[in-house]
């Protein structure tokens, strides 16, 4: 009974505030980045008190020297009535203002554990004593103002902690960076080595914002010069300040260690806090006082249960070694699972002036309104505009009431147009535009385009202009019809600079006539933009590569086409080739999605097999993503299941060379299918790929029967025409030609329907 009131007395006499926890203003664990002003002093002290012995083990056990496990806290029948348990530490801490933005400070720990077991070895071991901690220097340095808002302030924190706590006594190492780095003994009340400590803090007053609520954060690294473990320490804290008295809080902080060789990196078995509490402030004596509760997250997740609690207990053995040389073992635990916290501080100094306002510190109810800041008799800022600058900052000071102002107190002017918000009818003007007196853009030829977008500020009056101010352009190419070299291009067609149709593979047929839009570099195409040789032309080449049966294997047949685009890549080394599998929409999705995929890599596995390299290739499958035709008719999923080869990588210059690369269809083969219809506006200029199969695609689907059945007329007609100005230019530029004879195509090529084909035995699906 007697342990137990000097156990109670002492949490009442020492409550304790953690290390790193220097007595500080604000809340518990949360540090600030204040300082205390030159030549003042703070005193304090403080403290936690836990009554639950699992809060020192495990499970509340222990493994003695001679192999046999004990409990700490057994109920002695013995006894007239029961014992508590119960784990104290506290300190009681000094510092000092060398400078205004400078502390000095020093802390000196105190512990007790208060503990006992049936056998009475963990007294006879001294691991149920109290004891000194480690002395601990810190100082604390407010750095200049360089970034954030004028509401916020930082410090650096610097801790030089030296081992004067006792070894050999106590249970539950007080610190995460107590565990011994080596595996050797770890000691309860101590380090037992040297510790470096830097910290960074940041503190956030949004009083002067208008918010009662002020919050702090910090960050640091505890360092070992030891066996101790380097450890991670951090801490946040929301503080409402309802008034000058009252201030509830709301902290979480914890120590995380990291490069730890004998115990696993866990940082929920480490310290981590959740502390709810209250501060109470006493202005005239300067005196703070502090209590909450803290409550610890990693025992939240065992709770009370010990099978859940000695599950891993073999990866954070604690070794043992008492005063006499009592040794034993135990699971570690960071902190109790429930404890009471408490801290009491105060300041003090010479009654001087520190923010030099002509009111005594004892006075002055804002102690940091510095000059130029006009002050009233209580130390605060007079502010005679009402807008929240103090006059003396207050650069214009006849502001009108309710006049959003910035931060030197003139009306905000937004645009900074040079006229203010609340005059400004135009409040969004950009930056650097020219302005009338009412703050909106000029507009000098008043055809109601501003200059700032006028691209033709001389327009003659009365006359029609485009969005930008500039006269109209008829043929809707986007170039001005003065400028426009093909003033009579067919609407909706994409142009260059000049306002003629763009040419993007360079063969001499405008884009939107060209039927073979991705002809190679270098190749002889027909009026229709078509190579005159169909092994130079993908698109006639791709009807060639045929599959099994509802499957992703190469007939033998597609080799001989494959080939020839082998062939072709290999005279062309700038090119890379992009292979596109597509599907009828008969089956699942996912299975002609997978489908195609593998289609497509049929067909570039080939190719580096046969010497093209990786890089070159690209093949990505559609499944059903982008019809050709409907898929209604027989016809219209013949047509659909396809392989495309679109080539990428290049694009050629007038003088002929390979410029630099751009892309095809796809950026890679991970990228999102091009948009559909519905996703491209008309104002946008996708790639004309993409254009092209968007326009397709709306065509076929919205057709009839009729109409698809014209469609095929028109491409017979088409793959017709090619063959008979393939044979008429082989005859024309056989004088040209070396002396090896022109190779005669083979009947399987003058067949591309044939081999365009699916096979007979293939099921509709695909």
């Keep these: 009974m007697k342990k137990l009131t000097l156990i109670l007395a002492l949490a009442q006499a020492a409550v304790f505030a953690q290390t790193g926890l220097l007595g500080g203003k604000t809340g518990l664990h949360q540090q600030d980045a204040n300082t205390l002003g030159f030549?003042?002093?703070?005193?304090?002290?403080?403290?936690?008190?836990?009554?639950?012995?699992?809060?020192?083990?495990?499970?509340?056990?222990?493994?003695?020297?001679?192999?046999?496990?004990?409990?700490?806290?057994?109920w002695d029948a013995r006894m007239e009535?029961?014992?508590?348990?119960?784990?104290?530490?506290?300190?009681?801490?000094?510092?000092?203002?060398?400078?205004?933005?400078?502390?000095?400070?020093?802390?000196?720990?105190?512990?007790?554990?208060?503990?006992?077991?049936?056998?009475?070895e963990a007294i006879r071991a001294h691991m149920g004593k109290g004891g000194l901690g480690d002395l601990q220097f810190y100082a604390k340095y407010r750095t200049p103002h360089f970034f954030g808002p004028d509401y916020m302030k930082t410090a650096a924190v610097v801790d030089l902690t030296v081992p004067t706590g006792w070894r050999g006594v106590g249970i539950r190492p007080r610190h995460a960076w107590f565990l011994d780095n080596e595996g050797g003994p770890t000691y309860a009340y101590t380090a037992n080595s040297v510790m470096l400590g830097l910290t960074g803090v940041v503190s956030v007053d949004y009083n002067k914002k208008g918010v009662p609520l002020v919050w702090n954060s910090s960050l640091g690294l505890m360092i070992g010069f030891g066996?101790?473990?380097?450890?991670?320490?951090?801490?946040?804290?929301v503080n409402l300040e309802i008034n000058d008295y009252i201030q509830p809080f709301l902290e979480f902080s914890g120590e995380m260690r990291f490069g730890n060789d004998a115990y696993p990196f866990s940082p929920i078995t480490d310290p981590m806090v959740l502390t709810p509490g209250i501060n109470v402030k006493i202005p005239f004596f300067n005196i703070d006082f502090a209590a909450g509760i803290d409550i610890g997250i990693g025992n939240l997740v065992d709770g009370y249960d010990r099978k859940d609690a000695m599950d891993n207990c073999k990866d954070f053995q604690i070794k043992f070694k008492g005063e006499t040389g009592y040794r034993a073992s135990y699971c570690y635990v960071a902190q109790p699972l429930i404890a009471g916290i408490a801290k009491l501080t105060w300041t003090f100094g010479f009654d001087g002036d520190d923010d030099n306002d002509g009111v005594k510190n004892r006075k002055d109810k804002c102690p940091?309104?510095?000059?130029?800041?006009?002050?009233?008799?209580d130390g605060c800022g007079i502010d005679t505009d009402e807008d929240k600058v103090f006059d003396g900052l207050d650069k214009c000071p006849d502001t009108p009431k309710g006049v959003a102002v910035d931060s030197v107190g003139c009306p905000l002017d937004t645009d900074e147009d040079t006229v203010p918000d609340y005059k400004d009818l135009c409040p969004e003007t950009p930056k650097g535009v020219k302005v009338d007196s009412v703050g909106c853009p000029l507009d000098t030829d008043e055809d109601t385009v501003p200059d700032y977008k006028d691209q033709c500020p001389e327009t003659p009056k009365g006359v029609k202009v485009d969005s930008v101010g500039c006269p109209l352009d008829s043929d809707k190419d986007g170039v001005f019809d003065g400028p426009d070299k093909c003033p009579d291009t067919p609407e909706g067609v994409a142009v260059d600079a000049d306002g003629c149709p763009l040419d993007t593979d360079k063969d001499g047929v405008p884009d939107y006539r060209d039927k073979c839009p991705n002809t190679l570099?270098?190749?002889?195409?027909?009026?229709?933009?078509?190579?005159?040789?169909r092994k130079e032309d993908l698109d006639y080449l791709k009807k060639g590569i045929q599959f099994e049966f509802d499957s992703a294997k190469l007939l033998k047949s597609s080799y001989p086409t494959l080939d020839d685009i082998i062939a072709l890549l290999e005279k062309i080394p700038e090119v890379k080739l992009e292979v596109q599998?597509?599907?009828?929409?008969?089956?699942?999705?996912?299975?002609?999605?997978?489908?195609?995929?593998?289609?497509?890599?049929?067909?570039?596995?080939?190719?580096?097999?046969?010497?093209?390299?990786?890089?070159?290739?690209?093949?990505?499958?559609?499944?059903?993503?982008?019809?050709?035709?409907?898929?209604?008719?027989?016809?219209?999923?013949?047509?659909?299941?396809?392989?495309?080869?679109?080539?990428?990588?290049?694009?050629?210059?007038?003088?002929?060379?390979?410029?630099?690369p751009s892309d095809s269809l796809l950026n890679d083969s991970t990228a999102v299918p091009p948009p559909t219809k519905s996703e491209v506006k008309p104002e946008s200029k996708p790639e004309v790929k993409v254009k092209l199969k968007a326009n397709a695609e709306k065509k076929v689907r919205s057709a009839s029967k009729a109409g698809l059945k014209r469609l095929k007329n028109m491409r017979d007609r088409a793959e017709k025409a090619v063959v008979e100005m393939k044979s008429e230019a082989a005859a024309a530029a056989k004088p040209a030609e070396t002396p090896k004879p022109v190779e005669t195509p083979k009947p399987a090529e003058t067949a591309p329907a044939k081999a365009s084909a699916p096979a007979p035995a293939e099921k509709p699906a695909q």
């Design 39 to 74: 030549f003042h002093f703070r005193l304090g002290t403080g403290g936690t008190i836990a009554t639950d012995n699992w809060g020192y083990t495990r499970g509340a056990l222990f493994t003695d020297q001679y192999g046999r496990t004990q409990e700490l806290d057994v």
């Design 581 to 660: 599998g597509h599907t009828d929409i008969v089956g699942t999705e996912d299975y002609n999605q997978k489908l195609s995929e593998d289609r497509a890599h049929s067909v570039t596995d080939y190719m580096e097999s046969k010497g093209i390299a990786a890089d070159r290739l690209r093949a990505i499958g559609f499944g059903t993503r982008m019809p050709l035709a409907d898929n209604v008719t027989d016809e219209g999923r013949a047509k659909n299941r396809r392989v495309e080869l679109i080539p990428f990588g290049y694009y050629t210059e007038g003088d002929g060379t390979v410029a630099a």
């Design 368 to 377: 940091e309104t510095f000059p130029p800041i006009v002050v009233d008799e």
């Design 521 to 533: 570099p270098g190749i002889q195409v027909n009026k229709r933009g078509c190579p005159l040789r």
């Design 227 to 237: 066996d101790a473990s380097n450890t991670l320490v951090y801490s946040t804290g």
């Design 81 to 120: 009535k029961g014992r508590i348990d119960g784990a104290l530490a506290g300190n009681f801490n000094f510092a000092f203002g060398l400078r205004d933005d400078l502390d000095i400070g020093v802390s000196l720990p105190i512990y007790y554990d208060h503990a006992k077991d049936y056998s009475g």
